[in-house]
């Protein structure tokens, strides 16, 4: 380790802090090339050899290193003197500047002094100038309120022209005016309304604008009452804009709009008259629809016709009406779907417009009803008309109301052809009952009449059936407005409250309830009349025929009534009596079945005899007679009489044969299995009670006879 000494040697130090130092750091750099350019050597000649040169800068190294501080302070000295000599310059010229400032600090306090004096000799003369400035601005201010003012709060000459004169048509220009006089109304009624009560020039705006405003609104009513009046001869549906915005406007003075309407609705009815009556007696243009009192012949086109006539027409007028009041860009309705009627005034107008339209067609229209339905004698043909005037009379209810003189006209009419349509089918049910039957026809079908009878009900039911209407109106005479089922015709006599719940199911049964009528009027009749004619019948011809009779013509008439959902109630009561008669026919047919198979005095002494006798001892079961009777039983089992009976082949219907036969089979089994047991057991005194019975089919085995006869044996 070195010693202090040698630390602190300068000559060491000094070396130490040149080895130290690091020649490429800039500002060392820029030190050196400093110092080589204050001593630069003198560039030697090109002849001069490069020895001598080396010699040369060594010298100016060596004296570097000996003056470096003294050069360095001479050159600063002289740089210093340099500074002087500039800086002198420029306190000369500092001097100089300074003295032109002193003189032009003079010129500006002259011209300030100058400036006092003359502002102080114009201050009044602005004064005045400023005070005149703002009078003009407050005359500016005045008359541009005065204006706005005007502009606002009064009309122009072109508008008072456009709403006083008649020379401007009602259009565009007058509705521009008139709005303008609704709006200046509005603006004066908020600038009367202040602390101060109403202004005289509030006052005179209000009375003016009225007056104007009201010679509009009468200047609106005569074009109205004008246009309407010409309806009648154009006889155009379409509403033109101007008179769209024209009621629009009118309805603001409900009694001007009430007396153009009046004119209207005059109008309306006189054209639509006009319409009719040439539409039942001249036809269209060029003769083509055909006159409607051409097809007078045919009831049902010829009321129909009327009916689709006075339809349309209500249609077109209904579209016409609601575009006239700006309705008909409302919710769309589909075809076909019902019109619900709304509780705005313009739909009460609407349907006040279209009642006393359609007023005068009541009467034509319903003189020529009453007039071919009361020709009538044809019960379809009455039932069709009277179902076809009560769809056109639900149909009009939907659309102008059920208040109104057309919808009270068609249900009168409706009324009146049910009326004779039940006269009609009345008359038929009681002419049945005077038919006489002929006792020597043998056969036990229905006869002739009955069918004739149940073949104007099926076709009554397939009018009713393929009814369109969801809605009814009462057919008795005494009427009355109920809801019924898309098939429903409103036929109910005393149910008009049911269908008002909203229920379809209890609608549905409503309107059944209300055909019954028809099937009593029509079908008790005929039962009634069988039921006469098999008693006639009995008394000439044997019961069994008489039965089989009924039976017939109680099947064909339930057969008619099948295919209908809604003759539900008169098929069942229908079936009650013909199971009454059915169980006196399986009665009868078993003890012929007993008889055909030679065991009816063997079962009937087995039911009547003394309990205490044996059934040996009795004369028809003895042992030799049984045995007869069973051999002539196994032989009847062997023919097709087991099968079907010959006796039965009269009935219609082969369901209701086949339950009678074996319903006879059944029992017979039974009283078959009595009689073994009766034999078998010991009481009945058989010496052989079981080879008794075995000798002959079913050889005393029940299970074998239910086989015989293909019935599931009962348990």
Known sequence: MPSDTTTRNPITHRLRKILATSFTDPATVEALQTLSQLYSPPQPDNTEQQHPQDDVIDETAARARKNLQRDLENKLAGESVHFLHAFGEVNQKLDDLERLVAEMRVYCDEAEAQLKLTEEASHSLLEHAESLQQERHQVETRKSIVTLFLD??????DEIEALTSRDVPVGPRFFLAMDKTVRIRVDCRVLMSGEDGPTKAGMDIMSTTASYLEQGYDKIYRWCTFEF?????????????????????????????????????????????NLFLNALTR???SGLPRPIELHAHDPIRYIGDMLAWVHQAIAAECEFFESLFGLSGRAKRMVGEVRVAGDSVEEEWIRDLLDAGVRKLCVPLKLRVLQTIRAQDDSIVCYKVANLLQYYALTMQRTIGDRSVLSDTLREITQASYKVFFDTIEAQGRAILRIPLDLDDPSLAPPNFIMDHAQVLREIMQVYDSSLLDEGVDPSPTGGTEKMDDKDEGDSEDDSDAGNNGNDGDANANATKGFNRILDIMVDPAIAMCAAASEEKARLRPQWDSAVFVLNCLCYLKNVLEPFSFTRVKQEEIERITQDRLCALEDDHYDHTLRDASLWDAVHTLETKDPVTPLSRLPATEPATLQLSLSKFSLWLSTPDTVSSPRLAPLSSAAIAGRVHREA????????????????????????????????????????????FGLEEEA
Request: glycine share 8%; hydrophobic share 35%; charged share 25%.
């Open 283 to 285: 036809g269209g243009p």
């Open 229 to 273: 009046r010409r309806l009648s001869s154009e006889n155009h549906l379409e509403v033109s804009p101007t008179m769209l915005e024209s009621v629009r406007r009118l309805s603001q003075r409900p009694e001007l709009l009430s007396d153009a309407l009046t004119v209207l609705s005059q109008t309306k009815q006189n054209a639509l008259l």
């Open 665 to 708: 089979l059944r029992r017979l089994v039974h009283a078959y299995e009595k009689l073994c047991e009766e034999v078998k057991s010991g009481k009945a005194r058989y010496e052989a009670g079981s080879v008794l019975l075995g000798r002959e089919r079913p050889f005393g085995q029940v299970g074998l006879l239910w086989q015989i």
């Open 152 to 157: 606002r709060f009064t009309l122009t000459d």
